[in-house]
């Protein structure tokens, strides 16, 4: 191995700072051979050049790309707005923040107006939040969000805590957001409140011989695809439509047959017209098709059928309610700051599960240990409630 050599040369770019007795002190040594001055690095104040990608990158920034430097309120700031297409037109794109991926879409949100008129109309004004849906075209449970989150909003108000409203307002600016219409014809829906998951029974593919001269309709499929046994005639002739169906259920959920023993019982799989979230809308439709001249009668049933559905609702909540209350004995001793709930227990294979831990089993929560954490046991659920 060559030996190295100690190189006592100072660049001539150092000697400024090194001061003058330093420099003078160091003597001068014969220049080393090109081939050791070619590993020095080299300092010069000569600006690199540029590639074509880089130099393009710079273009863009002081051309298009300048707008996007500072942001301009109620619209979005996104750089598929100014992207080049074909010479120097531009094209506007709200919705798609990445010129690559034309199909991601940005989502629009509730802006904060739209939000106080929901809490408005579900809280002050005893709006079904079926019946709000319906009117801004928000889904339900967004709904139940919005107002929990206005409720909380106004509480933290009242008890004088600080809320983050410019960083909210900021965001509302910078986003798409769907804002209420001044003609209550012309609202922009905000999204779809009729979407129907799969349910898992229809996952499998099955082969079920019809007879041509038999009515076979979407009732009859989901008998077939619950596994359940034929009707009689007379039954089958009152529960063969879709549409009767529709109307009947979501107001008697109990005439919905079981299938299966124990555990394993489920309920018949209903069909789509029973199962979406706004049934109703179904009938809206067929009216509108039926009276296309009696705007007013259509609008009329189709309050009633709101109304109808609101009040077997509330009627199935108190139900189970009173039925939940029976179950509990109260007792208020005389000089006691407490009030003692007790409820009977029977430990059979209905209250407590076959295996003894079942969700609704005494004991669950106080003194129960769970199998979530022991070694071996099943977690991943084989169940899925549709």
């Known amino acids: 191995m060559a030996p190295r050599i100690q190189s006592r040369r100072v660049s001539s770019t150092l000697l400024p700072y090194l001061g003058p007795s330093l420099s003078t002190s160091i003597p001068s040594l014969p220049s080393l051979p090109s081939v050791f001055s070619t590993f020095s690095r080299s300092f010069s104040a000569t600006a690199p050049s540029q590639s074509k990608l880089r130099r393009e990158m710079f273009e863009w920034l002081d051309g298009p790309g300048s707008e996007l430097k500072h942001h301009k309120p109620n619209r979005t700031n996104y750089v598929s707005q100014y992207r080049k297409m074909i010479g120097k037109e531009y094209?506007?794109?709200k919705q798609y923040p990445f010129p690559e991926n034309p199909t991601f879409i940005s989502q629009?949100?509730?802006?904060?107006?739209?939000q106080n008129e929901i809490y408005k109309r579900v809280v002050e004004e005893k709006q079904t939040v079926r019946e709000v849906s319906v009117t801004f075209g928000?889904?339900?449970?967004?709904?139940?969000?919005?107002?929990?989150?206005?409720?909380?909003?106004?509480?933290?108000?009242?008890?004088?805590?600080?809320?983050?409203?410019?960083y909210a307002r900021a965001i509302h600016?910078?986003?798409?957001?769907?804002?209420?219409?001044?003609?209550?014809?012309?609202?922009?829906?905000?999204?779809?409140?009729?979407?129907?998951?799969?349910?898992?029974?229809?996952?499998?593919?099955?082969?079920?011989?019809?007879?041509e001269s038999r009515s076979f309709t979407r009732v009859d499929a989901g008998r077939v695809f619950s596994g359940a046994p034929a009707q009689e005639h007379k039954i089958a002739e009152k529960w063969s439509?879709?549409?009767?169906?529709?109307?009947?259920?979501?107001?008697?959920?109990?005439?919905i047959e079981l299938v299966g023993k124990g555990d394993n019982a489920r309920q018949v799989l209903q069909p789509a017209d029973a199962r979406i979230p706004h049934p109703q809308l179904i009938a809206l439709e067929r009216d509108l098709a039926k009276y296309p001249d009696e705007p007013l009668l259509?609008?009329?049933?189709?309050?009633?059928?709101?109304?109808?559905?609101?009040?077997?609702?509330q009627k199935q909540r108190e139900a189970a309610q009173a039925r939940r209350e029976r179950k509990i004995?109260?007792?208020?001793?005389?000089?006691?700051?407490?009030?003692?709930?007790?409820k009977e227990v029977a430990f059979t294979t209905q209250t407590t599960g076959r295996d003894g831990r079942a969700p609704w089993a005494p004991g669950r929560r106080y003194g129960v240990p769970s199998d979530d954490r022991k070694r071996g046991m099943r977690k991943v659920p084989t169940r899925v409630e549709a």
């Open 108 to 114: 629009s949100i509730l802006s904060l107006p739209l």
């Open 329 to 342: 004995t109260s007792v208020s001793p005389q000089e006691s700051r407490f009030d003692y709930r007790i």
């Open 173 to 211: 600016e910078m986003v798409p957001t769907t804002g209420i219409a001044r003609n209550p014809d012309q609202q922009k829906m905000h999204e779809s409140i009729n979407d129907l998951p799969m349910h898992p029974l229809t996952g499998a593919q099955m082969f079920y011989p019809v007879p």
């Open 91 to 93: 094209r506007d794109l």
């Open 298 to 313: 259509v609008e009329q049933r189709h309050q009633d059928r709101l109304r109808d559905q609101a009040e077997a609702e």
């Open 138 to 166: 928000v889904d339900m449970r967004r709904i139940a969000a919005v107002v929990r989150l206005v409720e909380l909003e106004k509480r933290q108000r009242s008890q004088g805590k600080p809320l983050a409203l410019p």
């Open 241 to 255: 439509s879709p549409h009767h169906v529709a109307e009947r259920v979501p107001k008697r959920p109990h005439l």
